[in-house]
């Protein structure tokens, strides 16, 4: 089966740092992507990992076990834009078929 | 910036009613998608197209649903007789064949009254 398993809200304040998780077990796997997507608009690409190990984009980090089917996105000195829902999504086999998650709904106090 | 495109964004239909839904991806993308969110659910897979051809569908994208790229540049999502559970937005993406960063486009929201 599939299933895509992420907190469904956390709140962080401005400034701060916050690590979002995501398991995974699906009957596939190619890669992982983190996308954003805030109210009434749709998903933005983030990140996209395929191999073991974190990798950087600026404010914005994502880290993979394959062996774990683990991911998380850290997002640094976080700023009050940032308020939107963070979406985990794996690409299956083939890379045909992308399942998501249902999101964690970020938001960032003062 | 190229960005992909989806007409109307918002489409209200009668049960029972055919709509199409229109997306241009970007120009030098090869590989299309349609995907579908209910109000405060999450984004689900419908289809993915390459090649003028059906890649991959989910259990969702049933004999009601069809996807066409009737020329170079649109692709459409049409379904025959719409029910009241198809009323969700709908996301039309595109990739590049060497990168994975799916570009969304701004959706169609299909209210189905």
């Known amino acids: 089966g599939q299933n895509i398993d992420q907190p469904t809200e956390m709140t962080a304040t401005e400034g701060a740092i916050v690590q979002i998780n995501c398991t995974y077990q699906?009957?596939?796997?190619?890669?992982l992507f983190w996308y954003q997507q805030h109210a009434g608009e749709a998903p933005t690409f983030l990140s996209y990992?395929?191999?073991?190990g974190l990798e950087e984009k600026g404010r914005f980090s994502s880290f993979l076990s394959r062996s774990k089917g683990y991911s998380y996105l850290l997002l640094k000195e976080l700023q009050m834009k940032d308020s939107a829902s963070y979406l985990c999504?794996?690409?299956?086999?083939?890379?045909?078929?992308?399942?998501f998650g249902a999101g964690t709904r970020l938001f960032v106090k003062a | 910036e190229p960005e992909v495109t989806q007409t109307p964004s918002h489409q209200v239909t009668q049960m029972g009613q055919e709509v199409i839904l229109r997306c241009v991806p970007i120009?030098?993308?090869?590989?299309f998608y349609w995907y579908r969110q209910i109000l405060g659910q999450k984004v689900e897979f419908l289809v993915s197209?390459?090649?003028?051809?059906?890649?991959?569908k989910s259990e969702i994208f049933d004999d009601q649903f069809s996807v066409e790229r009737p020329d170079g540049s649109n692709f459409t999502l049409k379904i025959r007789s719409t029910k009241l559970e198809d009323s969700a937005m709908y996301f039309c993406?595109?990739?590049?064949?060497?990168?994975?960063?799916?570009?969304f486009g701004p959706g169609t929201r299909l209210t189905v009254t």
């Open positions: 993406a595109s990739v590049t064949g060497g990168l994975r960063e799916q570009y």
């Open positions: 999504a794996v690409e299956e086999t083939g890379g045909f078929k992308t399942i």
């Open positions: 197209f390459y090649n003028n051809e059906i890649s991959e």
């Open positions: 990992n395929v191999l073991d």
């Open positions: 699906t009957s596939g796997f190619n890669g």
């Open positions: 120009s030098n993308h090869l590989y």
